[in-house]
DNA sequence: CGTTGTATGATGGAATACCAAAAAACGGAA
DNA sequence: TTCCGTTTTTTGGTATTCCATCATACAACG
């Protein structure tokens, strides 16, 4: 009785450990995706360390990782500066996206188990919610649960990162896209219907669905962007001045 | 006359790798993919130190940059190690892959011009050669050369090097696989047809070449591999041991 | 003999000071 | 204005130091 391996693993203590390093990263890259710093904007080390309250030896390390993540690009001995998404970028991102959401979409559809369809259920009703509410913000974090809960009934925890990766680098574009609430009740419609295919076991249409699903998100945000841009075809997607230093040649924006 | 222009970039200077810690960074990640440091290995900061001639602050950042890369995992107070390629990720790499190479075959077959077709045909006769020469490693050169010519000619730098990452991640399974020499000429046959779909601009052909071939590289991998685990369904995949620690419970292997 | 407490060494996390090299900014001369 | 050299800023990189934590060995104790 009440011997120590009856107990199994459930109370092993939790080992994260919130390093100053992690701490300083996280905050760094939700300032990037956040739009806080703008692409293009120099990133200074010594500014960062005061920014951060770090010293030049983690702000480094987490400039090189944010390197490695794509958000930031880094020619030697010029600086880091945060990374742009041109119009080709975002066209990329937005295939990819379409290829690998249809095939989560169609593995979920033959591997979720019923956790999965009840996160997929609770996100759809929280995206209705938060478009009901008119909160975008509210209404993007239930997206990225819906993505969550696709790709674990998919089995796919290895592109669940990289799909939210790239989430997050039209973030700016998206949030603009589904501010119109045209938009984001049709994006609603869509997911909700991607979710009655798998519940329902249908694998081709799930993957139809999701295809479908980004190419209308594509087009959308597109769309609007090419409403502010004043080059639509040329310029980067809204999302970024591809040549910031066309217009000020003077100083290049800094960060703080 | 004798304008610097017409000079093109023929004496343009190897500025490939210009700071010590690129030239670390790829050193270290070329012995992980190529297996000198098997998965499992600790990576002591100051052994690297000394076994790349290097500061630790630079040995930080670029073990950074490689976990974020995926190549080695950090678990905190434990210290960096080599990370492992279990079953279940080979299996997610090769959907993953059987999606993306599945597009890139596509818009490719739209998309591409006359260079890149010339480069894939290239590499396809490259890659008769080697395996007529019993050449794996050249095999393996001509087949990353392939797949560079086809993302570049979809159009799709950004998948270029997602998928080639993943295809290093398989690397040992890979080299296993090619060494059978049916499988090798199998595999060149596979990649030809997919370049005659290209080259006849057979846009659905050429998406269900592509992903028949994954598959087929797949099973022949995975195949191969149950050969020689004991345990095929269970154990990781031949490509890396998943419990590295269950044999000799005693020291955990270390660098160097 | 087994259990428990303690000393110790190895290692990662972090800060700091310092120097070299490259690039950018600046200022003066033609 | 444009060109050229100087100064300043910033990154690349090293060395050193301190601390927290962990794993191990070992001693003490029942």
Not at 181 to 193: D, M
Request: net charge positive.
């Amino acid at each position: 009785m009440g011997d120590l391996e009856s107990l199994g693993s459930s109370l092993a203590v939790d080992r994260s450990a919130p390093t100053l390093r992690e701490q300083a990263l996280e905050k760094l890259r939700k300032a990037v995706i956040g739009g806080e710093l703008a692409p293009g904007t120099r990133l200074v080390e010594r500014r960062l360390c005061d920014l951060l309250g770090v010293s030049r030896t983690v702000v480094r390390e987490i400039l090189r990782q944010l390197e490695a993540e794509g958000w930031i690009v880094n020619p030697p001995y010029k600086g880091p500066t945060v990374a742009t998404v041109s119009a080709d970028d975002a066209r990329q991102i937005y295939e990819i996206r379409e290829a690998l959401e249809g095939l989560a979409a169609r593995l979920c559809a033959t591997r979720a188990k019923p956790a999965d369809i009840k996160r997929l259920q609770d996100a759809v009703d929280g995206m209705a919610e938060a478009v009901a509410a008119g909160d975008v913000e509210q209404h993007i974090l239930h997206i990225e649960a819906f993505y969550e809960a696709l790709t674990d009934g998919a089995g796919h925890r290895m592109m669940q990162a990289y799909l939210a990766s790239h989430r997050s680098r039209l973030a700016r574009l998206r949030s603009i896209s589904l501010s119109r609430p045209q938009r984001a009740g049709r994006s609603v419609i869509e997911k909700r219907r991607l979710l009655e295919a798998v519940k329902l076991r249908d694998s081709a249409s799930a993957q139809r669905l999701a295809e479908d699903h980004v190419r209308n998100s594509r087009e959308a945000a597109l769309g609007t962007a090419e409403q502010d841009a004043p080059t639509p075809s040329n310029a980067a997607a809204g999302v970024s001045p591809s040549t910031p230093a066309a217009s000020s040649p003077r100083r290049r924006s800094g960060v703080a």
